[in-house]
């Protein structure tokens, strides 16, 4: 009796301090949820005025002004196929067309225009202060192709509908180009007079590599000497009812990008009559390899990269219990990278993804194919190297009739800074307060490539971010069919670069804006 009242109370005890330990360790999650900072979060400030000297209140005739120039360059098919495959003579046609829609751009005695590789542009405005370090805001001209007939509207007609304006290179990357010149123009057309030097780079051929467009834009720079304080292209975004949790807007300033490599894979095996075929074919061996891996994804690297600061930075806006988990990913990362990789749009952030692209076999309807070629587009998680991802794709097909090349490939971009003491970062962050004083401004991951990746010599912050306001439905649009932007926002991106331009004239950081969505 007395042996089995000790086990009890001995269970009972066990018991207590398991249920004492858990509550513990549930109250250090809550304390943690509750005060956590993540690094790089700066501390709010008192609120200052963003010294802007000339108001962003267009007036209606601006608004006709900058909503014609847009449709213009839209209905200007400035499509690139491949590196040898571009429309020349729409770029020549854009080329034409700039200085007659921003001709105070073009006439101004601080702007100099000068065109680069024959397409693309480069503007230098000059600053009064030359002890300040110049920045730099860059764009592209080209778009990729498009399948009209799978469009509801002309994808080159710039058609505007319930408030909407159709057409390729709405969403990438004509909103850029324009928003930019637009911003200078109007503040030209004000009398401004910048304080701080900065360049404007427009690429022709972003699309296909812009290996003829930015990197001779920025060789050129180079060449000059030049040191910019940060740089600005496309990339990222405001995302509006995509990250679950989340009730408001998302402004994510993309700090780092993720690399890519295209992989050739192809297999030769004889040939001969289709009448008698052998066991296995090169396009059925090339499928068997191709299918396995899509049914085998890269392995999961969610929390080991710059992808972490995003959901860290955000975790106090989540509800509960979302806010408890992004809080503490230490613990979580796993189960979020489970939940994350459901969706294509949050799956890239969790690993190195695998997109076949292209698929080439067969000469004839009665031949065997005496050879069959894919080609597989890796995005690279930022810590996954090409080194790991070949041994990877090599394990999943286990097959050496499928000869595996490396067709290209570029690693993953170093991350720029974002704390309080990044003056572009901040800058930036700043100007989206002016606009969408309710979003809240976070650090994040570009998952596609961008032009950023030719100016690494001239600046380490280098950062991603257009103003252009993303839905879910809309995700599929970029690249896709019936792209498409809300007037209302191309006016905000317009009004996004007329003030970043003013912002920039800072002496030294301006202050953050103390309002409840700075992050």
Known sequence: MKATKSKVRIAAITMLALGSAFLIFVAALLIRTYTFNPAGKPAASSATSQGITFSANFSLAERGQLLRAFK????????????????????????????????AVFASNLVRHEIIANYS???????????????????????VPVLEEEWEVPPFSAEEHNGYLYGRGTLDDKLSVMGILQGLEFLLERGYKPGRSFYIGLGHDEEVGGNHGARNIATVLQSRGVKLSFLLDEGSAILDGIIPGLEKQAAVIATSEKGYAT????????????????????????????????????????????????????????????????????????????????????????RTTTAVTEFHAGIKANVIAPSARATVNFRLHPVHTLEELLHQVQYIISDERVKIEVLEHHPSLPMSSYDDTSFGYQVIKATIGNIFPEAVVTPGLCVASTDTIHYQNLTRELYRFTPMILKQED??????????????NYEEIVQFYFHLIQNSDFLSLPHPRSTSHDL
């Open 263 to 350: 992989i050739s894979l192809s297999v030769t095996t004889g040939t001969g009559h289709s009448s008698m075929p052998p066991m296995e074919s090169s396009i059925g061996i090339l499928a068997t390899a191709v299918s396995k891996l899509e049914k085998n994804p890269m392995p999961r690297m969610f929390g080991q990269g710059p992808e972490r600061g995003l959901f860290e930075h955000l975790s106090s806006q989540l509800r509960f219990p979302l806010n408890v988990v992004m809080a503490n990913l230490w613990l979580f990362a796993p189960l979020v990278s489970r939940m994350m990789e459901k969706k294509p749009s949050t799956n890239s952030l969790v």
């Open 72 to 103: 213009g360059a839209l209905r200007i098919a400035t499509v690139s196929r491949n590196a040898t495959d571009f429309n020349s003579s729409a770029l020549e046609e854009f080329r034409d067309y700039l200085p007659k829609v921003f001709p």
């Open 121 to 143: 542009h480069l503007f230098t405005v000059r600053g009064s202060n030359g002890s300040l370090q110049p920045y730099i805001l860059i764009a592209h001209l080209d778009v």
């Open 475 to 488: 995700l599929s649009r970029i690249h896709g069919v019936n792209e498409r932007i809300s007037v209302r």
